[in-house]
């Protein structure tokens, strides 16, 4: 059984503690909160031991899970790291390139199991392309939300973009060669609202807008590769695949089309998209890697160079505005 520790049991805490509790071969041991009132509602609501201090915590359990502020981030997962304890930690990593580059050192001197919340990994419309070759040229992304000042302490790159930032050089097997972006605080003190353009060695190119005070809400990713087009919508759980049609191919639609080197048919798909829950899977997913000695999915490297670039970003940002 596995022993697992919560830190930070806040609105999106308490989506983590009620995953935990569902998932067979983990134990809740307890939580550490420094909020009173929140410790005392979550204490009541399940039956939870409050930790009075996070190294009584620490050494009642094998594994962490990480949800407080990204301010306090390098600071737990360092602690948690030194006992030897599996972190599960939320995006993004750590709070500076600094704290990031020094918590990869800790993690590999230490040889523990570490992952990263970038939730949208499973989300299951992207899980759906699992058996496509993705291999994008071309890559478009809007990720709107609706203003809501919880989330506000850091900028809309580092709140929702860096979400599609790991997607992308999770698909893009190949260097960043430049980046540009502008950005705009309209309601905080940090960008809500930005553009980026970001360019790979292999010549694929993303252009990727975030915004936080949008009308609508909107989460769609735009895939264009050789002889494919692959549409993902991870808010309404959707996918579609247009392709060059294959023989033996069974798609749901397709037409012909003539072009200056014949005939050729198009085959309009929409992969099977299975319900699922991304958090409980993502958490799933960190204990299976701690019991069976495997891989996290989501590895401190990959939690790294998603923060890498969206600090690159920001620098890009800050450089425009100052100029």
Sequence with gaps: MLKVGVFGTGHLGKFHLNNWKEIEGAELTGFFDPDDNTAAEVSSKYNLKRFDTTDALLD??????????????????????????????EKPLANTMDE????????????????????????????????????????????????????TDVSVILDLMIHDIDIILSLVKSNVKSISANGVAVMSDTPDIANVRIEFDNSCVANLTSSRIS?????????????????????????????????????VFTFDIETNNGKKTIAI???????????????????????????????VIDGFRAMDVAHQILEKIGAVHAS
């Design 60 to 89: 009642a359990c094998d594994a962490v899970d990480i949800i407080a502020p990204t301010s306090h981030h390098f600071e737990l997962c360092k602690a948690a790291i030194t006992k030897g304890k599996h972190v599960f930690v």
């Design 269 to 299: 798909s929409n992969p099977a998209v299975e319900d699922g829950n991304a958090i409980k899977m993502e958490l799933q997913a960190f204990h299976s890697a701690i019991l069976n000695n495997t891989n996290t999915p989501v590895s």
């Design 215 to 251: 009308m609508k809400r909107m989460r769609k990713m735009r895939l264009f590769q050789k002889d494919a087009y692959i549409g993902i919508d991870f808010l309404e759980k959707k996918t579609e695949v247009i392709k060059l049609n294959a023989p033996g191919d069974k798609n």
């Design 100 to 151: 990031a580059r020094e918590l990869v050192k800790l993690a590999k001197e230490a040889n523990i199991k570490f992952q990263v919340g970038h939730v949208e990994r499973f989300n299951p419309a992207f899980l759906a392309l699992s058996g496509f070759k993705l291999d994008p040229m071309f890559i478009e992304v809007h990720r709107l939300a609706q203003f809501n000042p919880r989330g």
